[in-house]
């Protein structure tokens, strides 16, 4: 069996995304997925982070920051960097950064 490749990006997300439970929400569906990294509340009002996980589970994480969050939250556009394949996970699970 291949190793299985992994890849990285970092996101950001703009609109209501603070004092939704937009963070909350976005850990338990990277941990569902199985996606590592983290996510935080910026001082200009957005949700920044990172992710990493297999192409796979890390599309799915994507296209959820872009079109769910919480279910209080109004995302009004997300930010990633460019996808790159990554040798290792710099993370041990999901967490939320205060």
Same mark, same amino acid.
Not at 71 to 93: D, L, M, Q
């Given at each position: 069996?291949?190793?299985? /490749?992994?890849? *990285?990006?970092?996101?950001?997300?703009? &609109?209501?995304?603070?004092?939704?439970?937009?963070?909350?929400? $976005?850990?338990?569906?990277?941990?569902?997925?199985?996606?590592?990294?983290?996510?935080?509340?910026?001082?200009?009002? /957005?949700?920044? *982070?990172?992710?990493?996980?297999?192409? &796979?589970?890390?599309?799915?994480?994507?296209?959820?920051?872009? $079109?769910?969050?919480?279910?209080?939250?109004?995302?009004?556009?997300?930010?990633?960097?460019?996808?790159?394949?990554?040798?290792?996970?710099?993370?041990?699970?999901?967490?939320?950064?205060?």
């Amino acid at each position: 069996m291949p190793p299985i /490749t992994l890849y *990285g990006c970092s996101f950001e997300v703009f &609109g209501r995304v603070q004092g939704v439970f937009f963070r909350k929400y $976005t850990e338990k569906q990277a941990n569902n997925l199985g996606v590592r990294g983290w996510c935080m509340n910026t001082a200009t009002n /957005t949700v920044k *982070g990172e992710l990493e996980a297999p192409l &796979g589970p890390l599309d799915e994480m994507k296209e959820w920051l872009k $079109t769910k969050g919480s279910p209080a939250s109004r995302i009004e556009k997300v930010e990633f960097s460019p996808t790159k394949e990554i040798s290792n996970y710099s993370y041990n699970g999901f967490t939320i950064r205060k």
